[in-house]
């Protein structure tokens, strides 16, 4: 349950006040009426309901004012519902530092178990397609809902020829696959490096903001990773990974190892196919208050009626 003005919920504090107020004016009444009440009155008064029981009204009344409160604080439910028809785009760093060891049998392989299970756990009625880059991005495979022409594609995809890391290159290429669609628009980046070819990462997430595209990004690599006939160590630019995801409306994730991996992908699968459902809440709350209102006027008009 959310609300859309919580500040109205202060109103609660009324309540006791109320309650306070309510039952000192009921004592001096009680009072009033003892000190000029005649011998048949009293003996009626003796014969009432215990106390605790003549309150039951005056709950019921204040329950009612709880609940109309409730209704002014805008209440909606929130629910994840599975749904379909998203298109999703994997963007797979091919760079030379994706063929370090330190997730087995390498980055890259790694990354496309992972991609490959990914893609299966996409539900029916969704579109995946792949882009690979390095200091270009290419189409491996576009939109599709055949599964196994996706797998297919990620399976042969190879080391990128390009030197360097087309970040910014490739968010646009795999937005520009989903920018006419009508469908959730998602993209799925994965990289171990630092952006330094091509357009700038900030340009492209503009773009994408303006596609309305979901961006998650997943970092990979460990400080151990060495690029294969270098020595040098592929540096992980997770700031600006973490910026991209946050200003799409996305999520940033990082994995040491094909397991943490294959569950990131798992998770942003669920995500994906989830889809949030709002509902309004004011209306049921007014009509459980005008009910408990109700109730309360039937009983203090009659078996809880005030003595005459």
Same mark, same amino acid.
């Given at each position: 349950?959310?609300?859309?003005?919580?500040?109205?919920?202060?109103?609660?504090?009324?309540?006791?006040?109320?309650?306070?107020?309510?039952?000192?004016?009921?004592?001096?009444?009680?009072?009033?009426?003892?000190?000029?009440?005649?011998?048949?009155?009293?003996?009626?008064?003796?014969?009432?309901?215990?106390?605790y029981e003549n309150y039951l009204p005056l709950a019921l009344r204040m329950l009612a004012v709880a609940l109309?409160?409730?209704?002014?604080?805008?209440?909606?439910?929130?629910?994840?519902?599975?749904?379909?028809?998203?298109?999703?785009?994997?963007?797979?760093?091919?760079?030379?530092?994706?063929?370090?060891?330190?997730?087995?049998?390498?980055?890259?392989?790694?990354?496309?178990?992972?991609?490959?299970?990914?893609?299966?756990?996409?539900?029916?009625?969704?579109?995946?397609?792949?882009?690979?880059?390095?200091?270009?991005p290419h189409v491996v495979v576009p939109l599709t809902s055949d599964l196994g022409e996706v797998i297919d594609?990620?399976?042969?995809?190879?080391?990128?020829?390009?030197? =360097?890391?087309?970040?910014?290159? !490739?968010?646009?290429? %795999?937005?520009?696959?989903?920018?006419? &669609? $009508?469908?959730? /628009?998602?993209?799925?980046?994965?990289?171990?490096?630092?952006s330094n070819r091509g357009v700038s990462p900030a340009e492209a997430v503009e773009y994408a903001k303006k596609?309305?595209?979901?961006?998650?990004?997943?970092?990979?690599?460990?400080?151990?990773?060495?690029?294969?006939?270098?020595?040098?160590?592929?540096?992980?630019?997770?700031?600006?990974?973490?910026?991209?995801?946050?200003?799409? =409306?996305?999520?940033?994730?990082? !994995?040491?190892?094909? %397991?943490?991996?294959?569950?990131?992908? &798992? $998770?942003?699968? /669920?995500?994906?196919?989830?889809?949030?459902?709002?509902?309004?809440?004011?209306?049921?709350?007014?009509?459980?208050?005008?009910?408990?209102?109700?109730?309360?006027?039937?009983?203090?008009?009659?078996?809880?009626?005030?003595?005459?």
């Amino acid at each position: 349950m959310e609300f859309g003005a919580p500040e109205r919920l202060y109103l609660m504090l009324l309540i006791p006040g109320y309650l306070v107020f309510y039952i000192y004016t009921l004592r001096i009444k009680r009072t009033h009426v003892l000190r000029f009440a005649s011998l048949k009155m009293l003996q009626r008064v003796a014969e009432g309901k215990p106390v605790y029981e003549n309150y039951l009204p005056l709950a019921l009344r204040m329950l009612a004012v709880a609940l109309l409160v409730v209704a002014l604080a805008e209440p909606v439910s929130v629910m994840k519902v599975r749904s379909t028809g998203s298109d999703v785009v994997l963007a797979i760093d091919v760079s030379e530092s994706m063929s370090a060891t330190d997730l087995k049998p390498s980055r890259l392989e790694a990354a496309k178990s992972s991609a490959m299970a990914f893609a299966a756990q996409i539900g029916r009625g969704d579109r995946v397609g792949v882009v690979s880059f390095a200091g270009a991005p290419h189409v491996v495979v576009p939109l599709t809902s055949d599964l196994g022409e996706v797998i297919d594609g990620i399976r042969d995809i190879g080391l990128g020829k390009e030197p =360097g890391t087309a970040l910014g290159d !490739a968010i646009m290429s %795999a937005v520009s696959m989903v920018s006419g &669609s $009508e469908r959730r /628009r998602v993209v799925v980046l994965l990289s171990d490096g630092v952006s330094n070819r091509g357009v700038s990462p900030a340009e492209a997430v503009e773009y994408a903001k303006k596609m309305r595209v979901r961006i998650f990004t997943v970092g990979i690599g460990t400080p151990s990773g060495i690029i294969p006939g270098t020595g040098s160590r592929a540096e992980l630019d997770e700031t600006t990974l973490r910026s991209i995801a946050a200003a799409t =409306g996305g999520e940033y994730r990082y !994995a040491s190892s094909e %397991a943490e991996l294959r569950g990131i992908y &798992s $998770e942003i699968a /669920r995500t994906i196919s989830e889809q949030e459902v709002r509902k309004p809440m004011g209306a049921v709350f007014v009509a459980a208050a005008m009910l408990l209102l109700v109730l309360e006027f039937s009983l203090a008009a009659t078996r809880y009626r005030t003595l005459p």
